[in-house]
């Protein structure tokens, strides 16, 4: 059975290199402010599967970075597991905002947790990237009347059509 831990940063360098930058060396896939984040990984039979490292920007932002799952346990849904668990972190730490560097092929990973795209696009080498972010709303916003209301006024239209 998977469960997700906090671990220190040089547990999620290995994932990383071999999820994500296989040939380049390790040094590579140590971020400058890794001391400053805090690390997630997902683990199944006591093997370290999925990483990723979250930070706080300010009161409300924070951003997660180098989400990295191993090849070979991809598309059965650790990576799902691990963003629904920092998302859960997030609204905990009252994050309004938590947003990410997306690589433009998985885009269709984060709409389906539901992150949006900014406008916001740049290449790193030969990768292409997108910034998407997801606002978090607080069990209290969730019901409150103004989001009742338009819940209501949603599901109604959708009973119209």
């Known amino acids: 059975m998977p469960h997700i831990e906090q671990i220190p940063a040089e547990l999620t360098w290995q994932v990383r290199r071999e999820a994500m930058y296989p040939d380049k060396n390790l040094e590579h ?4 402010d890794d001391e400053n984040g ?3 990984g997902l683990f199944d039979h006591n093997q370290l599967i999925s990483v990723v490292s979250w930070f706080r920007r300010n009161e409300t932002e924070a951003r997660f970075r180098k989400l990295a799952t191993l090849e070979e346990f991809r598309n059965v849904g ?3 597991l ?14 309004k905002t938590l947003w990410c560097n997306a690589r433009v092929n998985a885009l269709n990973f984060y709409k389906k947790l539901g992150f949006t795209e900014t406008k916001t696009t740049f290449s790193k080498g030969e990768i292409d990237y997108v910034i998407m972010q997801l606002e ?26």
Do not use: W
């Open 29 to 32: 896939v140590k971020l400058n």
């Open 38 to 40: 805090i690390h997630f």
């Open 136 to 161: 978090i709303k607080s069990p209290d916003e969730k019901n409150s009347p103004v989001a009742n209301r338009d819940q209501f006024k949603k599901s109604n239209e959708e009973k119209s059509k």
């Open 82 to 95: 691990l963003m629904k668990y920092i998302i859960d972190f997030s609204k905990s730490e009252k994050i």
């Open 78 to 80: 650790y990576g799902t």
